[in-house]
């Protein structure tokens, strides 16, 4: 997308309730062009780049399509906004276009989930907690500073090599949660996690003092078929749903904890 594609759509100006509300939307894609040149003009978009390509430099293949969640509140958080621009940055730099790319946040609010739709994004309509699947298409997941249990429950919804092999997430470091979790906690509550460990690849995104709580613990993951096929056969045999029954820090918003976990745009159809 190039960079007249973050603006609003055009138009006449209009007044009262509906003028302030296409005003308002007008501050929310403005500032994130801000957010835009700021990752630009650091050097951090151009020392980053790199690393999200190193799965296709490895063999992966291309994204079709990507899936984003737990982006925050963009409007007003100068962090969760500087991410929604580095993954338009990310759509352009792997030439996946907006329309196939789908997001979900509950705390979207509804001008947010119009600013989305003008960028051309899609809205999930309901909170998947996760469970999404690749259903054959290569897909990026962009799921920075998510909750284990979205990863988790990520990694079982695909949980085949020839599945796993068509997705890259970039988000928390894998790594770092296998060094921050007992292992006995790592392998009861996030077990997908645990048994993929030995069949990912990952790099992670380069530091930077002015993005340091933006991107920390940020890495770039990908499953090679290779890799997964010489993982032992029992790894794939139990497939059972998890539920977290025992888990003190679930950090993610389940479908049964809000009343309406459907997306603002479906909300209003």
């Known amino acids: 997308m190039a960079a007249g594609g973050w603006r609003a759509a055009g138009g006449r100006r209009r007044w009262g309730r509906a003028g302030g509300e296409a005003a308002e939307g007008g501050a929310v894609l403005r500032r994130l062009r801000e957010a835009r040149d700021d990752l630009l003009s650091s050097g951090?978009?151009?020392?980053?780049?790199?690393?999200?390509?190193?799965?296709?430099?490895?063999?992966?293949?291309?994204?079709?399509?990507?899936?984003?969640?737990?982006?925050?509140?963009?409007?007003?958080?100068?962090?969760?906004?500087?991410?929604?621009?580095?993954?338009?940055?990310?759509?352009?730099?792997?030439?996946?276009?907006?329309?196939?790319?789908?997001?979900?946040?509950?705390?979207?609010?509804?001008?947010?989930?119009?600013?989305?739709?003008?960028?051309?994004?899609?809205?999930?309509?309901?909170?998947?907690?996760?469970?999404?699947?690749?259903?054959?298409?290569?897909?990026?997941?962009?799921?920075v500073h998510c909750g284990k249990a979205l990863y988790n429950n990520l990694l079982w919804r695909n949980w085949s090599a020839g599945a796993l092999s068509k997705m890259v997430i970039i988000g928390n470091s894998f790594k770092g949660i296998e060094e921050r979790l007992l292992s006995r906690i790592l392998e009861r509550d996030y077990s997908y996690i645990a048994k993929v460990l030995k069949g990912t690849e990952e790099v992670a995104l380069p530091t930077h003092p002015r993005y340091l709580d933006t991107f920390n613990d940020t890495s770039v993951h990908w499953f090679p078929l290779q890799k997964l096929k010489e993982l032992s056969?029992?790894?794939?045999?139990?497939?059972?749903?998890?539920?977290?029954?025992?888990?003190?820090?679930?950090?993610?918003?389940?479908?049964?904890?809000?009343?309406?976990?459907?997306?603002?745009?479906?909300?209003?159809?």
């Open 44 to 143: 951090f978009w151009a020392a980053s780049a790199g690393t999200v390509r190193a799965p296709l430099a490895a063999g992966a293949e291309p994204p079709a399509r990507c899936v984003c969640y737990g982006l925050g509140r963009f409007s007003g958080c100068p962090a969760a906004r500087h991410q929604l621009a580095f993954l338009l940055l990310l759509l352009e730099e792997l030439g996946v276009p907006p329309g196939r790319c789908s997001l979900f946040d509950p705390a979207f609010s509804a001008q947010e989930a119009a600013a989305l739709g003008q960028l051309g994004l899609r809205l999930l309509p309901d909170n998947e907690e996760g469970k999404h699947g690749v259903e054959g298409s290569a897909t990026l997941f962009y799921m």
């Open 233 to 269: 056969p029992e790894v794939w045999d139990f497939v059972e749903e998890p539920t977290y029954q025992d888990c003190d820090d679930l950090e993610i918003i389940r479908k049964e904890d809000r009343a309406d976990q459907r997306s603002p745009a479906a909300a209003e159809s």
